[in-house]
Nanobody, 115 residues
Framework: QVQLVESGGGLVQAGGSLRLSCAAS????????MGWYRQAPGKQRELVAR???????SYADSVKGRFTISRINARNAVNLQMNSLKPEDTAVYYC?????????WGKGTLVTVSS
């Protein structure tokens, strides 16, 4: 059983910053990819950022230059530093990990950016 626990969401004004954290626990040998997705009201879930086991990262165009993803392998953790937040970043953010061929999801944490 794999569990993901997210933290760090909240309410922030436009231009502000938030840091999301996610820690994975359970029975697994190694994590391939770790990432963050988000889902805004009335929209489909979309990829925000991900980081591969070798440290290579990729970002959605909408967050490039503002968000930074990082992982701490020793803790099976992934963070998302979000700067220069915009109202359109408002969404529920979900942590995701890929272990072998299995995807696991956190329950989500709400980020609200006020204008």
């Amino acid at each position: 059983q794999v569990q993901l626990v997210e933290s760090g969401g909240g309410l922030v004004q436009a231009g502000g910053s938030l840091r999301l954290s996610c820690a994975a626990s359970g029975s697994f040998s190694s994590i391939n990819t770790m990432g963050w997705y988000r889902q805004a009201p009335g929209k489909q879930r979309e990829l925000v950022a991900r980081i591969f086991s070798g440290g290579i990262t990729s970002y959605a165009d909408s967050v490039k230059g503002r968000f930074t993803i990082s992982r701490i392998n020793a803790r099976n953790a992934v963070n998302l530093q979000m700067n220069s937040l915009k109202p359109e970043d408002t969404a529920v953010y979900y942590c995701n990990i890929l272990v072998a061929t299995m995807n696991y999801w956190g329950k989500g944490t709400l980020v609200t950016v006020s204008s």
